[in-house]
T-cell receptor, first 113, second 113 residues
Framework: DGGITQSPKYLFRKEGQNVTLSCEQN?????MYWYRQDPGQGLRLIYY???????QKGDIAEGYSVSREKKESFPLTVTSAQKNPTAFYLC????????????FGSGTRLTVV | AQSVSQHNHHVILSEAASLELGCNYS??????LFWYVQYPGQHLQLLLK??????LVKGIKGFEAEFIKSKFSFNLRKPSVQWSDTAEYFC???????????FGKGNQVVVIP
């Protein structure tokens, strides 16, 4: 079945450590997105990429980094510079534009301990 | 920039009651509109979408939404809710030519049996 796989489902990190969240899709979608979901705040865009080797900052990119070396993969690194990293992270993809809506992964819950 | 407002973040209903969730957006041009639903423990999935044509859109599970351009609104409705409709509902907007969806803060709906 085609879809988006995020791993791990739960992740614990010590303060000061970088951590990388995985997002893989086999839908042959061009565009991929990372959102952060916090209670009562909805989904906020961190980074997005429309094609391989290109990506743009979203609304809350500070403290995060991404890469897009392959069409099917869009990993997100939460760096130690991110002041409040504990959150639920969602990856999504779409055919070359969001006009057709997104397909979402099941998310990764990151907790800083 | 496009933005989305959803009111009444927490909604509690009894089964068989009618549900209406408001969604207003701020963008003067052409938009595509979406409602997504997130059931407890599940990933976000598309409920319905509007691109053009009939402003009354029917989605899955008996939901519908009406696009009123003059009011910049895309309200979601269901005449008679069930316990299984307990979920968080997100409105999203894509301004044509923009490469991302903007999400509202969500409505947490709890249906009491």
């Amino acid at each position: 079945d085609g879809g988006i796989t995020q791993s791990p489902k739960y992740l614990f990190r010590k303060e000061g450590q970088n951590v990388t969240l995985s997002c893989e899709q086999n839908l042959n979608h061009d565009a991929m997105y990372w959102y952060r979901q916090d209670p009562g705040q909805g989904l906020r865009l961190i980074y997005y990429s429309q094609i391989v080797n290109d990506f743009q900052k979203g609304d809350i990119a500070e403290g995060y980094s991404v890469s897009r070396e392959k069409k099917e993969s869009f990993p997100l690194t939460v760096t130690s510079a991110q002041k409040n990293p504990t959150a639920f992270y969602l990856c999504a993809s779409s055919i070359n534009s969001p006009n057709y809506g997104y397909t979402f992964g099941s998310g990764t819950r990151l907790t800083v301990v | 920039a496009q933005s989305v407002s959803q009111h009444n973040h927490h909604v509690i209903l009894s089964e068989a009651a009618s549900l209406e969730l408001g969604c207003n957006y701020s963008y003067g041009g052409t938009v595509n509109l979406f409602w997504y639903v997130q059931y407890p423990g599940q990933h976000l999935q598309l409920l319905l979408k509007y691109f053009s044509g009939d402003p009354l859109v029917k989605g899955i599970k008996g939901f519908e939404a009406e696009f009123i351009k003059s009011k910049f609104s895309f309200n979601l409705r269901k005449p008679s809710v069930q316990w299984s409709d307990t979920a968080e509902y997100f409105c999203a907007v894509n301004a044509i030519g923009n490469n991302r969806l903007a999400f509202g803060k969500g409505n947490q709906v709890v249906v009491i049996p």
